[in-house]
């Protein structure tokens, strides 16, 4: 069974940093790892994804403020969150899948909440 774990989310200053963690345990390979979010009264969106070979893909409203990464050796997915604004106010939930990009995502954790105050 697949299980992702995420950590990290909290409450923080406008311009503050945060740095959100996910752990995929199981027996999967993982390819594709992605971060979504969703905010109150809003759709789902994408907010990055990292492919194995390390390639990586950025929503527009986060490029040059947050940054993906993963561990290959503990299957784990950061993302290291700079500069926020109270619009990054979202649950954010972490995302795996075996296939390649794009990858519809069969695994998904319980998400965390990042509030951001102005």
């Known amino acids: 069974q697949v299980q992702l774990v995420e950590s990290g989310g909290g409450l923080v200053q406008a311009g503050g940093s945060l740095r959100l963690s996910c752990v995929v345990s199981?027996?999967?390979?993982?390819?594709?790892m992605a971060w979504f979010r969703q905010a109150p009264g809003k759709q789902r969106e994408l907010v990055a994804v990292?492919?194995?070979?390390?390639?990586?893909i950025y929503g527009g409203s986060v490029k040059g403020r947050f940054t993906i990464s993963r561990d290959y050796v503990n299957t784990t997915v950061y993302l290291q969150m700079n500069s926020l604004k109270p619009e990054d106010t979202a649950v954010y939930y972490c995302?795996?899948?075996?296939?390649?990009?794009?990858?519809?995502?069969?695994?998904w954790g319980q998400g965390i909440q990042v509030t951001v105050s102005s």
């Open positions: 995302a795996a899948d075996p296939r390649p990009y794009p990858a519809p995502y069969d695994y």
């Open positions: 199981g027996s999967i390979s993982i390819n594709t």
């Open positions: 990292i492919i194995r070979g390390g390639g990586t």
